[in-house]
Every structure is written in C-alpha cells, then in structure tokens.
C-alpha cells in the first residue's frame, strides 16, 4: 500500500476569514496601512461563516494561518491575539499555527501536499509554481471548500472524503 502524506492547509487570514477591505474602507484608511494601529485591527469584523469553514477544514486536514503583515508591529500583536480568541479550545497553542510572513515570502511554504487558501491571484499563482496547491477563494465557502476536497482528491484518490490521512474509513 502506497505511504500517504497527510495535507496540510495554509489560510489566508485578511481577505478571506477577516474583511479586511470593507474595514479599511469604511473607516477610510483603505490606502494608509501604515497608519494602522491595533485598536483598528481590534475592530476587523470576522466574515459570517469562518469559524464553520475553519472546522470543516480541520475535519479533513491541518490547517494553519499563513498572513502578510503592514507595515506596523500591533499588526503582529492583534493577529497573536486574534488567533487565540478565534481558536479558544487551543489557547496559547493556538500561536503554533500562525505563520506571519510578507505574501511576497507566502510561496517558501509550498510543497506538494500542502494547499494554500488565498484570496489574492498573486499569492496562489506564486504558490502553485513553487509546487503546492492552491485554491483562489472568491468569497464562498462552501465553493472553497469544495475546491479544497476536490484538490486533495486530485492530489490523491482517496483523500478529501471528510477524513484525515491515517483515519480509517
């Protein structure tokens, strides 16, 4: 029996389970990241629906956060804190899958079996030519991750039917 590789999920943050844009511009600061300041990150609101997308994907796979930061350090602080409220049961565990890294860097991370979800063309496109996989999310989750399954299918005929490697079926 061939030796399976368990998938591994790289979640973009900004974009696709924060709104980012709407955020920035509603309080008009849509073209000023560097005066962005963690009482500003502290009100991003959170997409209806991630915290469901995020257990779905857990169920078939790791999954990590992978963001770009601003150019400010309370951008690193408010995501620490972010990813602890986001994932309570985890605590300060919950920091062991934050990965903080310029998008220009996203791509250092990609390798066949590890799938990125992004919602930037750039960043899948450079993820994708370095050899991983990678899903462009246009906004729904239930066509992400959809695509997500269908990836890890392609990738490997067995896997991506709501179980993890190793699990029995």
Request: charged content about 30%; some cysteine; hydrophobic content about 35%.
């Amino acid at each position: 029996m061939a030796e399976h590789l368990p998938f591994e999920i790289y979640l973009d943050v900004d974009g696709v389970l924060l709104d980012f844009d709407s955020h920035a511009h509603d309080t008009g600061k849509y073209n000023e990241s560097e005066s962005l300041d963690y009482e500003w990150y502290q009100g991003l609101p959170e997409y209806d629906g991630a915290r469901d997308f995020h257990r779905d994907l857990s169920d078939i796979a790791r999954v990590r956060f992978l963001t770009a930061p601003t150019m400010t350090p309370d951008y690193h602080r408010s995501r620490s804190e972010w990813v602890t409220e986001f994932l309570p049961k985890k605590g300060k565990f919950a920091l062991l899958d934050l990965i903080i890294c310029p998008a220009r860097d996203k791509s250092l991370l990609a390798a066949p079996h590890r799938i990125l979800v992004d919602d930037s063309e750039k960043n899948i496109k450079a993820w994708t030519e370095a050899g991983g996989i990678g899903i462009h999310h246009k906004g729904d989750y239930a066509e992400t991750l959809a695509a997500v399954k269908q990836a890890m299918q392609d990738a490997q005929p067995g896997l991506g039917q709501g179980r993890r490697p190793g699990m029995q079926p």
